[in-house]
């Protein structure tokens, strides 16, 4: 859209412009005040401070500088060359398309944690790596943009109709460094929760299928094996000290100890019961690194 294409628009719909600026500005403040319950509600409860929570907080700084400039609305768009209108077009250029960034970030923790087996300690080392992608590379190309002009086409920044941003004569440049990274971000996001998703729902199956039944030939008694669970504890360990690796733990513990010694059909229902227990709290923990690990799930001596 050129600049003569803005001016023909705003003389067919008188307001146009104001009613847009206006509705921008109410928007942002509402985005504000979620920024800032999100802000307060992290530093307040040390309940959500999990891997997952610390991305979404760190991401929440972008949105209020995108937030700050979508405020600003039309005030600078009259001066493009000035300081005012250079600065709104930085920080949307640098902000706006971090937050997609910030959502992949996380969609990656969840592919570590359960294609990886990342636990907690990890999560945090990856972080340095999201902030340098997901501000740094977005700082380097805000940064620049402010040096870029030419003869012809002018500054880069310049009047984008509703706010200062890439001016429609460099408009290219909106498709190559802020659309299309966008959406290539949503769509691997995409694919990394479809992923997951399907995941959870196979083992999800395998547990509604998983009917071993003991060497006598009858189902596993649900009422005794529950009279051997003594408690379940919360903990907020490492997220692959249970899951499906843990399964595979107790399936070669459980084999040796049938090597060595027999045991009656009252503990392999608990052994099986425990490889139940492990495989379903193994998939909610790899949600968001919350294990609920089996304190003692053992059988009478």
């Known amino acids: 859209m050129s600049s003569n294409d803005n001016t023909d628009w705003a003389a067919t719909y008188p307001g146009f412009h104001d009613t847009f600026n206006m509705i921008?500005?109410?928007c942002s403040v509402f985005s504000l005040l979620g920024c800032i319950f999100i802000i307060s509600t992290?530093?307040?409860?040390?309940?959500?401070?999990?891997?997952?929570?610390r991305l979404c907080f760190f991401a929440t700084f972008g949105n209020l500088a995108t937030n700050v400039a979508t405020l600003m609305g039309r005030d600078f768009v009259l001066s493009p060359h000035g300081a005012g209108c250079q600065f709104q077009a930085f920080l949307i250029q640098m902000f706006m398309p971090a937050d997609a960034f910030w959502v992949l970030a996380?969609?990656?923790n969840v592919y570590l944690i359960f294609e990886r087996q990342y636990d907690a300690q990890k999560l945090r080392a990856m972080e340095k790596f999201y902030f340098l992608g997901c501000y740094g590379l977005t700082f380097i190309i805000a940064l620049a943009y402010i040096f870029i002009q030419t003869p012809k086409k002018g500054k880069m920044y310049g009047d984008a109709t509703l706010w200062c941003w890439i001016s429609p004569e460099w408009d290219i440049?909106?498709?190559?460094?802020?659309?299309?990274?966008?959406?290539?971000?949503i769509g691997f996001t995409f694919f990394i929760y479809i992923r997951a998703g399907r995941d959870i729902y196979k083992n999800h199956r395998q547990i509604?299928?998983?009917n071993i039944t003991?060497?006598?030939g009858g189902p596993v008694d649900d009422t005794l094996v529950s009279r051997k669970v003594?408690?379940?504890?919360?903990?907020?360990?490492?997220?692959?000290?249970?899951?499906?690796?843990?399964?595979?733990r107790n399936n070669r513990a459980q084999g040796r100890s049938n090597d060595s010694a027999p045991h009656s059909a009252e503990q392999r229902n608990v052994a099986i019961f425990q490889m139940r227990t492990v495989l379903l709290h193994g998939i909610v923990s790899?949600?968001?690194?919350?294990?609920?690990?089996?304190c003692l799930l053992s059988g009478s001596p």
Request: aromatic share 10%; glycine share 4%; charged share 25%.
């Open 24 to 26: 921008e500005r109410i």
């Open 42 to 53: 992290f530093c307040l409860s040390e309940r959500f401070q999990k891997p997952i929570n």
């Open 106 to 108: 996380m969609a990656i």
């Open 173 to 185: 440049f909106r498709i190559a460094t802020f659309y299309g990274p966008v959406w290539v971000s």
């Open 208 to 210: 509604k299928k998983f």
């Open 214 to 216: 003991s060497s006598l």
């Open 230 to 248: 003594t408690e379940v504890c919360v903990t907020h360990e490492m997220a692959n000290e249970i899951g499906l690796v843990d399964l595979e």
């Open 286 to 294: 790899h949600m968001d690194t919350l294990e609920l690990q089996p």
